[in-house]
Nanobody, 127 residues
Framework: QVQLVESGGGLVQAGGSLRLSCAASGRTLSRYVMGWFRQPPGKAREFVGRITWSGGSTYYADSVKGRFTISSDNAKNTVYLQMNSLKPEDTAVYYC????????????????????WGQGTQVTVSS
């Protein structure tokens, strides 16, 4: 089992920044890929980006590339999502998730690949 707890959401003006945290606990985390997803109001959940615990390799959705950065602190078992230049369309509930390594790289953009999910944290960007 892997437990995930997100924090750091809130209300921010367009152009501002927020940093979300995802504290992980449980099984050998180095064997997992950590993903960030978001679900805008009335829309489906969508991929934001991912990072591997081992090596820190990252990959981002085109919609956030250059504005969002995912990092990890292995000593704290925490993954971060730094969000800069926020836009109203970034408003969503943000989730972190964990998936076992070994899937094809493209699979990690799909929510169904992930085995464990946090409870989500609301991010609201005002115009």
């Amino acid at each position: 089992q892997v437990q995930l707890v997100e924090s750091g959401g809130g209300l921010v003006q367009a152009g501002g920044s927020l940093r979300l945290s995802c504290a992980a606990s449980g099984r050998t985390l180095s064997r997992y890929v950590m993903g960030w997803f978001r679900q805008p109001p009335g829309k489906a959940r969508e991929f934001v980006g991912r990072i591997t615990w081992s090596g820190g390799s990252t990959y981002y959705a085109d919609s956030v590339k250059g504005r969002f950065t995912i990092s990890s602190d292995n000593a704290k078992n925490t993954v971060y999502l730094q969000m800069n230049s926020l836009k109203p369309e970034d408003t969503a509930v943000y989730y972190c998730a964990a998936a076992k390594m070994g899937h094809s790289s493209g699979s990690y953009s799909l929510s169904g690949t992930y085995d464990y999910w946090g409870q989500g944290t609301q991010v609201t960007v005002s115009s």
